[in-house]
């Protein structure tokens, strides 16, 4: 695997310190191997890109859309295709699912982390 560039590296230590509330939520849960044992990694650099979550048992992206998301569609759908093209699986969730129904996000990561 390429080494990741310092500047993306840097990039995303600062934005794990200024994580939405949407993200905190999620990570409350995600980290410490809380569900079923497994690792992930919040702000994870991977290529080019900075992913939200990662879980590398499972080569499983999980990103978080905020309103500012609905302004890129196309740039999530190019960066989703490349993630995709190299192996790793991608799902989403709006912010406003995981502050409303995070006992249902985090079912749907436990069904990609077994599949």
Not at 16 to 45: I, M, Y
Not at 56 to 68: A, H, P
């Amino acid at each position: 695997m390429p080494r990741i560039n310092p500047h993306t590296t840097a990039h995303a230590r600062k934005l794990r310190e200024s994580q939405t509330p949407a993200e905190q939520k999620l990570w409350s849960v995600l980290c410490n191997r809380q569900v079923d044992g497994l690792k992930f990694r919040r702000q994870h650099p991977i290529g080019q890109f900075i992913v939200d979550f990662y879980c590398g048992n499972s080569w499983l992206v999980i990103e978080v859309d905020g309103g500012g998301h609905l302004d890129q569609e196309e740039y999530d759908a190019e960066r989703t295709a490349w993630l995709e093209g190299q192996g790793y699986r991608v799902i989403r969730f709006t912010n406003l699912e995981i502050l409303k129904d995070l006992n249902s996000v985090i079912e749907i990561i436990r069904e990609h982390c077994i599949l």
